[in-house]
């Protein structure tokens, strides 16, 4: 669906964030980039959004590339409205492209209803928890039904309770909406539960170190699988690896 071929990155300060990035992404992919802060995660997805241009190599879309509206973005922060309340909040993008309250609400119920907020849809931002406020975040995101989900660690401001609730659901929004994901963490725990394929990122200029497949049998019961915990110790064998052979060079 969408490739990045030998891609670097140098902002005008100097600071190379990128260099020699190659990743090809199929649809209906859930991958997870995964590494330490400052490694160009941000910048990786900012590229995959077309919100930024690469100064080496390209990002192409072998396909039909997505139209407008049809690449969703949750960062950590919901970055809601506040004076707005939750229906108002998920309706935004519709709002936007001329569509009437009216006509709207049917769907922005529906978005609301699927990530547990039903009932909710005249609370303001400041009165849901962080955990709410992000799934409105989400439903806002999904409303339009997006080819592509990028999600800039979303839950790495929440409690751990939260977290993996919101973990669980996102695996099952993702297979219901059919849509592809890029969720960046620095996370192993949250890369392995999450992730069919998980890329890892070395330190600056960000490079893909490497690979994991990681496709377990989803649901909650993923956590405690010993499939779960051998992922998770084999990801940090490799990002151990990775962190000395960078020591040594
Ligand atoms: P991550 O998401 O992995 O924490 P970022 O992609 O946000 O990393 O940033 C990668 C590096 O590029 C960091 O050193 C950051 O300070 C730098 N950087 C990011 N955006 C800009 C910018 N617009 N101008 C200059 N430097 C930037």
Redesign the pocket.
Same mark, same amino acid.
């Given at each position: 669906m969408l490739a990045l071929e030998d891609v670097g990155r140098r902002?005008a300060?100097g600071?190379e964030?990128l260099r020699g990035v190659s990743l090809a992404i199929a649809a209906g992919d859930f991958i997870a980039l995964l590494?330490p @802060? #400052?490694? #160009?995660? @941000?910048?990786l997805l900012r590229l995959l959004a077309g919100l930024d241009q690469p100064d080496h190599g390209r990002v192409s879309w072998p396909g039909a590339p997505a139209g407008p509206g049809e690449i969703g973005f949750v960062f950590q922060d919901p970055t809601l409205l506040p004076w707005a309340s939750a229906a108002d909040n998920v309706y935004l993008p519709l709002r936007l492209r001329g569509i009437g309250r009216a006509e709207a609400r049917p769907r922005v119920n529906e978005a609301l209803a699927r990530v547990g907020l039903a009932g909710f849809e005249h609370a303001r931002p400041a009165q849901l928890s962080g955990g709410m406020r992000m799934r409105v975040s989400i439903a806002r995101a999904l409303l339009t039904r997006p080819k592509l989900l990028l999600m800039d660690e979303p839950f790495a401001a929440l409690d751990e309770f939260t977290r993996h609730r919101l973990q669980e659901d996102l695996l099952a929004w993702w297979q219901d909406a059919g849509c592809t994901i890029v969720f960046?963490t620095h996370s192993i725990y949250e890369a392995a539960f999450l992730a069919r394929r998980v890329i890892l990122m070395s330190a600056?200029p #960000?490079r893909i170190a490497g690979e994991i497949d990681a496709d377990l049998p989803a649901g909650p019961a993923r956590r405690l699988d010993p499939a779960y915990a051998a992922l998770v110790a084999a990801i940090t064998r490799r990002l151990e690896e990775s962190h000395r052979a960078a020591g040594q060079a």
């Open positions: 902002f300060s600071t964030a590494g @802060s #400052g490694c #160009g995660k @941000s910048t960046v600056r #960000g």
